[in-house]
T-cell receptor, first 114, second 109 residues
Framework: NAGVTQTPKFQVLKTGQSMTLQCAQD?????MSWYRQDPGMGLRLIHY???????DQGEVPNGYNVSRSTTEDFPLRLLSAAPSQTSVYFC?????????????FGEGSWLTVV | RKEVEQDPGPFNVPEGATVAFNCTYS??????FFWYRQDCRKEPKLLMS???SGNEDGRFTAQLNRASQYISLLIRDSKLSDSATYLC??????????FGPGTRLSVLP
């Protein structure tokens, strides 16, 4: 019953450091995405992928990189962490953004940049 | 104008009350609609899909009005455990999931 698995759950970074948030799903979903959620802002899409080898930018992509080398994995890289990237990050997956398909979330990664 | 809008609340209601949330969307090509529930410091989870004819799941009823471009969620006989943030989600086929900002509900004893 793994579903969408994110690691780490909590992380504190210093300004300028880089890190990777890992995300894996075992449901063979084509669509994967990363969101950040800030108080009063709702979920904002960072990057998404519609299949292995295909990625695209969402609403707030600056400062983040992604890759999709396999169907299962979709890591999110912070290139040079800034305090503005302090947030909760959710990875999500879906069979596809087709009619009736829903989206499943990981448990979230709490990131603090000091 | 945001693609999906919701009243942020909070809605503070006593146990046993009936409460309704609305969500409006701007893209008339939207095809799929959902309500998600998010507990504090947890991930969003699917509450129910919203069908054109309206649908019910226990104490929860969802309605879709395509002409006016809004969906609604009605919760009857509120329980303390219903306290959460309720997110409206809209999909245009082949595009991304668009989330509303959420409506916070607090059910009071």
């Amino acid at each position: 019953n793994a579903g969408v698995t994110q690691t780490p759950k909590f992380q504190v970074l210093k300004t300028g450091q880089s890190m990777t948030l890992q995300c894996a799903q075992d449901m063979n979903h084509e669509y994967m995405s990363w969101y950040r959620q800030d108080p009063g802002m709702g979920l904002r899409l960072i990057h998404y992928s519609v299949g292995a080898g295909i990625t695209d930018q969402g609403e707030v992509p600056n400062g983040y990189n992604v890759s999709r080398s396999t169907t299962e994995d979709f890591p999110l890289r912070l290139l040079s962490a800034a305090p503005s990237q302090t947030s909760v990050y959710f990875c999500a997956s879906s069979p596809w953004t087709g009619s009736g398909n829903t989206i499943y979330f990981g448990e979230g990664s709490w990131l603090t940049v000091v | 104008r945001k693609e999906v809008e919701q009243d942020p609340g909070p809605f503070n209601v006593p146990e046993g009350a009936t409460v309704a949330f609305n969500c409006t969307y701007s893209n008339s090509a939207s095809q799929s609609f959902f309500w998600y529930r998010q507990d504090c410091r947890k991930e969003p989870k699917l509450l129910m899909s919203v069908y054109s004819s309206g649908n019910e799941d226990g104490r929860f009823t969802a309605q879709l009005n395509r002409a006016s471009q809004y969906i609604s969620l009605l919760i009857r006989d509120s329980k303390l455990s219903d306290s959460a943030t309720y997110l409206c989600v809209v999909i245009v086929y082949g595009q991304n999931f668009v989330f509303g900002p959420g409506t916070r509900l607090s059910v009071l004893p």
